[in-house]
């Protein structure tokens, strides 16, 4: 249940129970204001089953994810934000827009790049088994791209001064 590349989730109504745990699947999740997450299954008697029980601490810590998953209480985007379960909240019927807007911007980045970080970040996160082998990981995982990518990359930010001043002009996308 890992994806091998980004997935932008948008959200609105109701996310909960397994809604909630296909949202926690993706690397981000933009909300409408409106929308709703929670544990509802709690009530039921239904277990969290599609790595909601592994997702929910790692994105929002462990007490904060003890409360949802214990109480089955709903929170608001605004509070689930504040949490670090969603990246942004949007006016209501705005989330699949922002998404495909970030979407668009991860695309126009060098993709191994960003794949390689990516896959790094995860395996942190879940495989590790200690800070050492992730740092490991790390620069195993990356140095490839460096003679793929990086060496383009940083000609184009000296030579071309494509970047500068932290500038994305470069690197929007071409609707």
Known sequence: MMFTKPVIAAV??????GGMELAMMC?????????????????FGV????????????LIGLSR?????LTGRPISAVEAEKYGLVNKVVPDGTA???????????AAFPQECMLADRKSAYHSTYSSPSMEEAFQFEHD??????????????????????GRSGSFDAFKSKK
């Open 12 to 17: 609105n109504g109701y996310a909960v129970a």
């Open 27 to 43: 690397d981000m999740r933009i909300a409408d204001q409106s929308t709703t997450f929670g544990i509802f299954c709690r009530r």
């Open 47 to 58: 277990p969290l089953i599609d790595g909601g029980t592994v997702r929910l601490p790692a």
């Open 65 to 69: 994810a003890m409360d949802l998953i």
């Open 96 to 106: 699949l827009e922002h998404a495909i807007e970030v979407a668009n911007e991860i």
């Open 141 to 162: 995982n990356g140095m490839p791209v460096v003679f793929k990518e990086s060496v383009y990359g940083a000609k184009r930010f000296a030579a071309d001064k494509v």
